[in-house]
Each structure stands twice: as C-alpha cells, then as structure tokens.
T-cell receptor, first 116, second 111 residues
Framework: DAGVIQSPRHEVTEMGQEVTLRCKPI?????LFWYRQTMMRGLELLIY????????DSGMPEDRFSAKMPNASFSTLKIQPSEPRDSAVYFC??????????????FGPGTRLTVL | RKEVEQDPGPFNVPEGATVAFNCTYS??????FFWYRQDCRKEPKLLMS???SGNEDGRFTAQLNRASQYISLLIRDSKLSDSATYLC????????????FGTGTRLKVLA
C-alpha cells in the first residue's frame, strides 16, 4: 500500500495568497483527519471526515480555513488568505473503523508551509 | 490546563539505560490511549497502544493508571535508534474518533 499521500511536501508563499494542501488517504479507510503541528502548540486536530462527510471542524482556527472531501480518495485543506502565523507542518491522517478496523491512524509525510 | 500534558524534555540518556516518560490527561472519560513516535521532520507513527492491564512490546512497556489519570512508557536497554519524540495520545469521548496529542517528550540516546 502506498500509504497516505500529501502534496506539496513544501510550500512557500506570501501573505495574502491562497494555499491548497492535498491529501490522498489509504484506500478503504473511512476516516480522514487534518492536523497542524507547531513547536508551540504541538499537534492539533483541525477537522475530520467520516465517509467524506465533515464530522467535527471545531479545531479549524478561523474562517480563512476550509476543507473538503469530494470523494473517498481525495481531500483538500485551503487557507485563504494565508498569514505568517499559519506557518506550520500540516498532516493528513486516515484510519479504517468500519468492518473491524484498528485504532491506528496512519499519517502522511506532511506539508511544510511557510508564509512570508 | 491542557487535556494531555507531557514533560517536553529533552531526556539525554546513555545507550543501555532505562528511561521512563509520564503523561497526564484531564478527561476522566477518555477511552483509548496510545504512544506515538515521531522522528525529526517525519510524521508520527504508532508505537503501541496502552491497555488497562499494562502491556509490553519488546523493550517497551506501557502502563495506564485510570485513578490518577496518567500513562507511562518505559524503555529498557535504550538504543541510539530510540532517539525521537514520544507523543502521548488520548482519545476523547466514546463514539468519536478524536485523538488528543500531547506536545511530546524528546529523547536523545547518547553513545
């Protein structure tokens, strides 16, 4: 299995620009999670989906952040407009719960975002 | 107060040493507990789940104390390759699948 795939791996942009992060979960996984990691705050859950439906977006910091999952194999996290304080590593993770899945969340390699 | 708290370290220990990390959690209704390992500039990976009766995986032993709301991880005979950040993870209420991550404890094993 290819694992969770994220793109781009690195993104450098200027304040005010739109940023789109992409994620392909492991095939057959029914839950998808977006996290943000910074030195100060650690790993924070932003939003998660079950069968492509957003279940809890209480971690999304503000309206500048939005996430979609149009199908079982693709999700995006968009920041518009971006700000320097959005600089962080963004991880996508997936998990299979239905049909006797395990507790394990599998993380992608992350997107390192720098907003200048 | 954070939901999951860990000593950030770093813990610098010589090869072969035994080292222990603790983690406390605030929500007494938490259902599941884990230790994840994160190498520098990499993604977190599951190290082991933590069961009520305690569990062992090779050199690693995890314990759960529900009464005091803490989790521990013991590493025996430390190897250089154990150098990493160890993240304590607690699930939130039953029926949801939110994991709350601690900020991690950094371990450096010295030759």
């Amino acid at each position: 299995d290819a694992g969770v795939i994220q793109s781009p791996r690195h993104e450098v942009t200027e304040m005010g620009q739109e940023v789109t992060l992409r994620c392909k979960p492991i095939s057959g996984h029914d839950y998808l999670f977006w996290y943000r990691q910074t030195m100060m705050r650690g790993l924070e859950l932003l939003i998660y989906f079950n069968n492509n439906v957003p279940i809890d977006d209480s971690g999304m910091p503000e309206d500048r952040f939005s996430a979609k999952m149009p199908n079982a194999s693709f999700s995006t996290l968009k920041i518009q407009p971006s700000e320097p304080r959005d600089s962080a590593v963004y991880f996508c993770a997936s998990r299979r719960v239905a049909g006797g899945g395990t507790d394990t969340q599998y993380f992608g390699p992350g997107t390192r975002l720098t907003v200048l | 107060r954070k939901e999951v708290e860990q000593d950030p370290g770093p813990f610098n220990v010589p090869e072969g040493a035994t080292v222990a990390f603790n983690c406390t959690y605030s929500n007494s209704a938490s259902q599941s507990f884990f230790w994840y390992r994160q190498d520098c500039r990499k993604e977190p990976k599951l190290l082991m789940s933590v069961y009520s009766s305690g569990n062992e995986d090779g050199r690693f032993t995890a314990q759960l104390n529900r009464a005091s709301q803490y989790i521990s991880l013991l590493i025996r005979d430390s190897k250089l390759s154990d150098s990493a950040t160890y993240l304590c993870v607690v699930s939130s209420l039953s029926g949801t699948y939110k994991y709350i991550f601690g900020t991690g404890t950094r371990l450096k094993v010295l030759a």
